[in-house]
């Protein structure tokens, strides 16, 4: 995300804005006769499916990599190779690698466009996308004043979020464990982007200022034993009790999948938009995939 | 003779002058001079210059140098110059000019990079030049390396 423009992002909300009424129900035949490729290398649920309805909504086709090819790939076929294979089959395709750059290697490669739908620790920029179009949808972009809690500092979808966000001038505060603090090289390049950044160990001082609070797991891994882990993890999960002070209109954002972080309690109210937002990633998806597709919207 | 020019005079050969103090090793770890090798070659370390405070020349006799060795050379010594020698005298003088990006010269330092794999890509970088210290980025995996890039050149 780093090096998507203002201008560029817009369009894809505005596009996804103008297909979101066939993103549930209905379709439309704006990508008749297209073949999209899936090439997941790694396991998704969430990004799989939203990618696979989005096509089919669109009235286009998908193919499929079962697993035992991905292992034979595992054992010794170039990503590369697969690449100018499937290019030949396929009018997109759909990457998730787990090496980091695997996505901008295959775009330099391939006949045709390649979305990245995850490079190991690096980008997902359809994730990024949604969480844009759930704040503009469900909040709003402009003046923004937006919480990112949890793991800021191994969680790429914050980081790849405050990003796309320093567009757009937001106010952001980060809520972590010291030991989960934003990395300082990351956090530099968004100061220097001139975005606003207020960092704290305490989810109650940003709660009550919050529009959105952006929330993530704290994974058990990060911690030497598991005390340490529910201490510091109990500390930051959401409920009905922590949103007491919060804003009439605030919002609850959540990547999934979630673990407790956001007490199931929280579900019910209208500050909820975890399931919404993943929703959301079917317009976003279609957006992108008419778009490299050049398919007018 | 001038006072700095500590070694006898080369008939043909480089001088890569102007090398920051502490890299004229790994000036010649470029050359391929390491080890055995037949190259006549002087290096002079830390001696005063007027343009900078200390600096390391490294002279090699009847070699010319590529561009690919002469954008290595710039990545750790910016300032350096190369002087072709030809019977005796300075046949060329270029500064280095630190290129805007290098392909193939810089290993990424990131183990679970696709340019670290068996794939068939270049690694490429590119080269931020705005700070004293530069600073290169993968532009696969965007992980920068700004300390020791001598450790890092292919
Ligand atoms: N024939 C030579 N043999 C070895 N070194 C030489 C020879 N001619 C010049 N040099 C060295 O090359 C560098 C550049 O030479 P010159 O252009 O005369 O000096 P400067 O760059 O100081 O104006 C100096 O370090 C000088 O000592
Ligand atoms: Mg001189
Ligand atoms: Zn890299």
Redesign the pocket.
């Known amino acids: 995300m780093r090096d998507f423009s203002r201008v560029e992002i817009d369009s894809i909300l505005q596009r996804a804005e103008k297909l979101e009424t066939f993103a549930s129900k209905g379709s439309s035949n704006l990508l008749d006769g297209k073949i999209l490729a899936m090439l997941f290398y790694e396991p998704s649920t969430r990004t799989r499916l939203s990618f696979e309805t989005a096509m089919k909504r669109l009235g286009g086709e998908t193919i499929n990599m079962v697993s035992t090819e991905v292992s034979s790939a595992a054992k010794g076929e170039m990503l590369a190779d697969t690449i100018k294979v499937v290019g030949e089959y396929a009018d997109v395709i759909v990457l998730r690698h787990p090496k980091e750059g695997s996505a901008r290697m295959s775009a330099e490669i391939s006949g045709v466009p390649i979305i990245n739908a995850g490079d190991g620790a690096g980008h997902h920029p359809t994730q990024t996308l949604l969480d844009l179009y759930t704040i503009k949808r469900e909040s709003h972009l402009h003046n923004l004043n937006i919480a990112l809690i949890g793991d800021l500092k191994y969680g790429r979808t914050v980081h790849s979020l405050a990003y796309a966000l320093s567009l757009y001038d937001a106010k952001i505060s980060m809520v972590s464990p010291e030991q989960l603090c934003i990395p300082i090289a990351i956090k530099e390049d968004l100061t220097k982007r001139g975005i606003n950044i207020y960092e704290t160990t305490k989810l109650e001082d940003v709660i009550e200022e919050a529009d959105v609070i952006y929330v993530t797991r704290i994974q058990r891994e990060r911690f030497p034993d598991i005390g340490e882990y529910q201490k510091v993890a109990g500390s930051y999960r959401v409920s009905l009790e922590s949103l007491k002070h919060c804003k009439e209109d605030v919002i609850i954002m959540h990547p999934l999948p979630r673990v407790d972080e956001i007490d199931v309690d929280v579900d019910s109210t209208k500050h909820a938009k975890y399931f919404k937002q993943a929703f959301y990633g079917v317009p976003v998806r279609m957006a992108v995939l008419s778009l490299v597709l050049g398919c007018e919207a | 003779m001038?006072r700095?020019?500590r070694?006898h005079?080369?008939?043909n050969?480089t001088?890569i002058?102007h090398i920051a103090p502490g890299q004229a090793l790994n000036v010649l770890k470029i050359l391929g001079i390491i080890g055995t090798s037949d190259a006549v070659v002087s290096v002079v370390m830390n001696v005063q210059s007027k343009k900078t405070h200390k600096k390391d020349?490294v002279?090699v006799e009847d070699r010319e140098l590529n561009p690919h060795e002469v954008d290595k050379i710039a990545l750790i010594a910016p300032s350096a110059?190369i002087?072709i020698?030809r019977d005796?005298?300075?046949n060329k003088?270029d500064k280095v000019i630190l290129p805007d990006a290098v392909d193939g010269v810089v290993r990424c330092a990131n183990p679970n990079c696709i340019s670290n794999t068996h794939e068939p890509v270049t690694s490429k970088f590119t080269i931020d030049k705005s700070q004293s210290q530069i600073r290169l980025r993968c532009i696969y995996c965007e992980q920068t390396i700004s300390d020791n890039i001598a450790d890092h050149l292919l």
């Open positions: 001038k700095e020019l070694v005079p080369i008939r050969g001088v002058d020349i002279k110059t002087n020698i005796y005298k300075v003088k």
